[in-house]
């Protein structure tokens, strides 16, 4: 087996409200397996539909999935129409059956007369136990090609595949070509590190272990996303670990992770090394960075707490903000942004004090400080005050807020 | 036009990073004009497979429309490969390869000769202008087909398909048939809203004007998507009134809103319909909700800020909680969350006090108070403080946290 199409059934998956991610996640397992995702399709309850998709993605790939539509109601068509196609008698499959009836017993109730549908194997299949729900998967195997049929839910369609399909499926696939890294940009705009990364995707790509580069950008953050292919692991890691370096050496300390760990880890991974706590004092982020930090399981150990000052009262009631600073710069200027951070690190008695205050709109903008411009300000290892002007929707402008300053933290703690 | 297919066409849409999202922004656009879509298929940068599924989608329905591979490069096929099917030879086109050359000249960029390949055209397709991007759009007619190729990025397409395709598009297809509305429900369990509107998905899904409802739950906020089917705008939306009317009836006060308003918003709109402000004091959430409360825009005449007291002493020293209720009912208690209410109440001169005190994990649990135990409590307007035990990892305690956070504030300011 060595390469695969996905076809999620249900017409709920062609409505604006619901997309399929069940694939996302077998694309990634499938991967680890060496198994290439050729194609993946989407049909509503459709006999025909269904009976094309599957048709057609059995002529050209070896292993075909479908996911959903196992489920006892006439809407849920997959066993059957998968049994007309490889011509198998459906039968009723008593052990099935009994799993069934057992798990409505547990739950006190009887099972409703139309349960027993799932209970329909067709000859030769092979039943894939669901330890969350009734519906069972199925796995067939007809003229070479294999056919697996995964519920729909992720809850079990998960524990399921890695349970029962994963193992059988790596007994028949060579072993997996292909290693996967994450290296976590910050402060720098995607065309600043597709500029930079650009020579490098053009050297690692013609390599004997190739690794390709892909970028996925976020406000305020850039992954780069390295795949590696070869046959022999451990060249394939030699392969990863040479092209993070390559990345490391263009971007510099614009680098915050090689190992897939988040900004606000990696934060706090400098914070506990030093053994010192953060405070934040936010405006227009309004918690959001306190709400990230407060995020990364065991921050207790180094989080103080923060202050949300909305309100100008605020800056100058809780943070000791001066009245006469606030009405002569502003709230959202570098003086406001200082006098915050130093209030949050002393009241709050933490090592760090970070404070954020901006105009993240739509209103509050002026020709002088239009929507954007943010001030962030660091207190306590160095003090630092720097003013940014970011782009895009109130949401966006929040985003790279909280990523900058989280950013403006990390540079500022020398790795130990 | 009454049917269509998408197709999206890159080979990095088939790796475990990156998932079609364009198709569900589509069918929504579609669903508007009363075009049902069939079926969705992802394809990667390959000829045969991109053709194939040109093919057959031409087989079944009147309108396909493919998202992706018009750049510039030569893993860039879907021009070439449609004008191969409907047998059109590809002409360069004077007019767009000048608005190419422009789009370089504006950044003071030559233009690469490779992007000369996005001015060919198949004959008889009508080009269709991207103001964002290099790559044009294309509308092809054939057979009784309509055949739209689109580019991938959504900053590029959503534009050119409301500005270009979606005129079209009206004028070739019977009036939408659907309306849409979302009911969000808050403070109750999946389960229970299932229960609770089974009987009038049935009710609803038999009458003239029937109105499907599908339930999409995420922590703490339960959607119900009510959709209405029939010829008759206005007999739709009666429908749709007389649905979330009933969904009201069997729900009550758990239902936060009626027409998309989220509970954030709604909180907002409260406060503010009474002439109140609200400071939030944050424990395990982190400032998650105060961050929630700020999102909203506008938020800033409602909220006064916020105190997030992480460590026990800002919890004495920025809120005023005695040191001995905290020695002796512990930092996660309705009594000390009290405090927190009323001290960020009376601290930051606020209306109302909301405080949110809890064990999110994976640590910190005890066998009296296991992870996922949280105590909120309200001060101002009515007295209110209450323990909740919630399940899942700590993400998921967070969230339930915030939204039943917010829900009490809902609960206890009544409309006006």
């Known amino acids: 087996v060595d390469s695969a199409e996905i076809i999620a059934v249900g017409t709920e998956l062609l409505t604006p409200i619901r997309l399929d991610t069940n694939s996302l996640w077998l694309t990634g397992e499938l991967a680890d397996l060496g198994i290439t995702v050729r194609a993946k399709h989407v049909v509503g309850d459709d006999r025909a539909d269904l009976a094309a998709a599957v048709r057609q993605s059995l002529d050209r790939v070896d292993l075909v999935m479908t996911t959903g539509g196992l489920g006892p109601t006439h809407d849920d068509i997959t066993r059957e129409v998968v049994a007309e196609i490889l011509e198998r008698p459906l039968v009723e499959d008593a052990g099935v059956l009994e799993g069934i009836r057992e ?15 799932q209970a329909m194997v067709p000859v030769g299949g092979l039943v894939l136990a669901n330890a969350h729900g009734t519906a069972p998967g199925l796995w067939l195997e007809a003229n070479g090609r294999v056919i697996v ?103 510099g300390a614009a680098v915050v992770s090689t190992d897939g760990q988040s900004l606000e880890a990696v934060v706090g991974q400098r914070l506990a090394d030093r053994g010192w706590t953060i405070a934040v004092a936010e405006s227009c982020t309004g918690g959001l960075v306190t709400g990230l930090l407060t995020d990364v399981p065991g921050s207790s150990a180094w989080v103080r707490g923060g202050v949300v000052a909305y309100a100008n009262t ?103």
């Open 314 to 416: 605020v800056k100058v009631d809780q943070l000791g903000v001066d009245a006469g600073t606030l009405a002569a710069e502003g709230a959202v200027s570098e003086a406001v942004a200082r006098a915050m951070a130093e209030g949050v690190r002393a009241r709050l008695e933490a090592d760090v004090g970070l404070a954020i205050t901006g105009i993240a709109g739509p209103g509050g903008g002026t020709p002088d400080k239009p929507v954007g411009t943010v001030a962030i300000a660091l207190s306590g290892p160095r003090e630092v005050a720097r003013t940014f002007h970011f782009g895009g929707d109130r949401q966006m402008v929040r985003q790279f807020s909280t990523a900058a300053a989280l950013d403006m933290v990390r540079r500022a703690i020398d790795p130990t």
């Open 149 to 251: 049929l995964l519920p729909g839910p992720p809850r079990e369609l998960q524990p399921m595949f890695s349970r029962h399909v994963r193992p059988k499926l790596a007994d028949r696939s060579a072993p997996s070509r292909t290693s996967r890294r994450v290296v976590l940009v910050a402060g720098r705009a995607e065309s600043q590190v597709a500029e930079a990364v650009e020579p490098l995707q053009a050297r690692f790509r013609d390599r004997p272990d190739p690794v390709a580069m892909t970028i996925l950008a976020s406000p305020g953050r850039i992954e780069l996303h390295l795949r590696a292919t070869g046959a022999d692991g451990s060249a394939r890691e030699a392969a990863l670990e040479a092209a993070a370096a390559a990345v490391v050496e263009v971007l």
């Open 103 to 117: 798990r409505f017993a547990r739950r006190r109730r009887p099972m409703p007369e139309i349960n027993r549908r």
